[in-house]
């Protein structure tokens, strides 16, 4: 299967509040979210929240994307019908915070989604040049970690 990725210029930024929430609905298409769920929103502190979502509490926080990473909204464009047919992905629009919600606890840096976006940092580590200018202990380190 090949997933096409559509990027046309990303200015435009989302005016709206964007939500991960811990929930599958099978509807696929807009709601007025403003309306039926932002208005039940209750704020603890700076960055933390509770709501509910058809009766079940909700725990959120307002989740900043990583420095140097831009997020991206993609609408299938191009339906597929079988798992081995091409995808076709449009980018609508682009964000750079959103509310991270758990249901009945409140989020934290053992959640799935902190530990994934961790690994920008630990890849970053990984991949940036070595600095030459080691001092003696770490370089005799360096020679016995090579043999």
Known sequence: MTTLLKVPNL???I???LHFMPAEIQYNGSANVKSYFETNIRKKSENKMTA???GRPLHGTKFEVPSGYTG???NESKKSVTE???RELTATGSFDSFNYWN???EP???DRLH?????IDIAKALHSPVDNSLSDSQGSLKSEASI
């Not at 530990?115 to 690994?119: D, I, K, N, S, Y």
Request: charge should be negative.
């Open 84 to 86: 081995d047919d091409e």
């Open 72 to 74: 991206v909204i993609f």
């Open 108 to 110: 934290s840096h053992g």
């Open 115 to 119: 530990q994934a976006l961790t690994w």
């Open 103 to 105: 249901l009945d606890r």
């Open 11 to 13: 200015t435009k930024e």
């Open 15 to 17: 005016s709206s509040e």
């Open 52 to 54: 509910s979502l058809r």
